[in-house]
């Protein structure tokens, strides 16, 4: 298998560097660059923007070259596997890599409680109400971020802002407000490091594609508005990336091909795109040929032990919920296709595929230290 996510160089990297700064432990390689700009500038602020969806090849064909995104995009780099919010945007919360935090994807097998979860809602794939059984084991994945980290030392100051409510975050009211309560924090004395969260453009990008007008106006917004919000900035790094990008996709319906629904042993989770399958005992030697008889012109099916032996989570120590996590055959796409069974949602754009758009975010560094 051909890994596409560079974990040498990847959000989870990214942490790794902010990790080092304020004096944190830190598993993976930091990205030597960013380590350069801290260790030389030294900014009492250290923010972290994190555009949901907004993949930089998403920004070459939405922005001039001009514009301040695109003038202080460093590089491209990738995100970590699956390009999903769940997994990437824990991976830079975090410093570790998804096969270590164990937030696979939108939904995830939890085997203590053989029920497959939707993560980020705490409820069972499908369901609405909160799944208590989940919450008595949702410890086993790491929760504990490096925000929690910075403040638990107590030497230095830590905030995140979202807008929803999560743990100790701020909840901003819209994008205004989230401006103003990060630099409101920069104007506290001593050092700090902030982390702000934008469900946008991802959101918009579901329901109408990355390409439409009504997200492109999106990201020219926050093009604009990020720049105004730098320009009275001090002593201060900034650094916008985003999760993954997004790809226009056809949803394919499992329930059409019952042939292969009947030798699943369970739903499918982790992604639409990056589809995990745990199989009957008695189809594991067939399933993969059948799959590929029907999909394999639009995914890669690869078997337990090739996923494990590529490294394709990152590497490290692996969570304890992750190996029955990741089933028997996990298939990626590297078409449009979306695999969508009951309790998925349908679903005009999407990510969490090998594509490039879905893959690569840029690296935006903005220096705000010298004045």
Request: proline share 3%; aromatic share 12%; with cysteine.
């Amino acid at each position: 298998m051909k890994v596409k996510n560079n974990y040498d160089e990847c959000l989870t990297n990214l942490a790794c560097s902010i990790r080092k700064y304020f004096g944190l432990e830190y598993h993976h390689k930091s990205i030597d660059y960013i380590d350069k700009i801290l260790e030389e500038k030294q900014p009492n602020n250290v923010i972290i923007m994190l555009f949901d969806g907004m993949g930089s090849r998403i920004l070459d064909r939405t922005l001039e070259k001009d514009s301040f995104f695109r003038k202080n995009q460093y590089k491209e780099i990738t995100t970590v596997f699956p390009a999903t919010t769940t997994a990437a945007t824990t991976s830079i919360r975090t410093g570790l890599n998804p096969v270590e935090h164990g937030w696979l994807g939108w939904n995830t097998y939890i085997k203590p409680i053989d029920k497959t979860i939707t993560l980020f809602l705490n409820c069972e794939k499908g369901k609405e109400e909160v799944c208590p059984e989940f919450l008595d084991v949702k410890n086993k994945l790491v929760n504990t971020t490096i925000v929690d980290e910075i403040e638990n030392a107590g030497i230095y100051h830590a905030k995140e802002f979202f807008p929803f409510k999560t743990g100790n975050a701020f909840v901003y009211s819209n994008l205004d407000n989230m401006f103003d309560l990060v630099m409101e924090e920069t104007k506290i004395p001593g050092k700090k490091y902030l982390y702000a969260y934008n469900d946008e453009p991802d959101h918009t990008m579901h329901d109408y594609g990355a390409d439409s007008e009504i997200v492109k106006n999106l990201i020219k917004e926050r093009d604009i508005k990020v720049a105004n919000f730098c320009k009275n900035l001090k002593n201060s790094l900034v650094i916008i990336v985003a999760d993954h990008g997004h790809i226009k996709v056809d949803n394919i319906f499992l329930n059409d091909y019952p042939e292969l629904l009947d030798m699943l042993e369970r739903t499918t989770s982790i992604e639409e795109r990056a589809v995990s399958f745990k199989v009957k005992k008695e189809y594991l030697n067939v399933f993969a040929s059948k799959f590929n008889e029907l999909f394999g012109n639009d995914f890669k099916i690869y078997n337990k032990s090739e996923i494990l032996e590529s490294k394709i989570f990152g590497d490290g120590t692996p969570n304890e919920l992750f190996d029955a996590a990741i089933g028997d055959f996990i298939a990626i796409a590297n078409s449009n296709k979306c695999l969508i069974t009951d309790g998925d949602e349908v679903l005009f754009s999407h990510h969490a595929g090998y594509t490039d758009d879905e893959v690569f975010v840029p690296l935006i560094i903005v220096d705000k230290t010298e004045n």
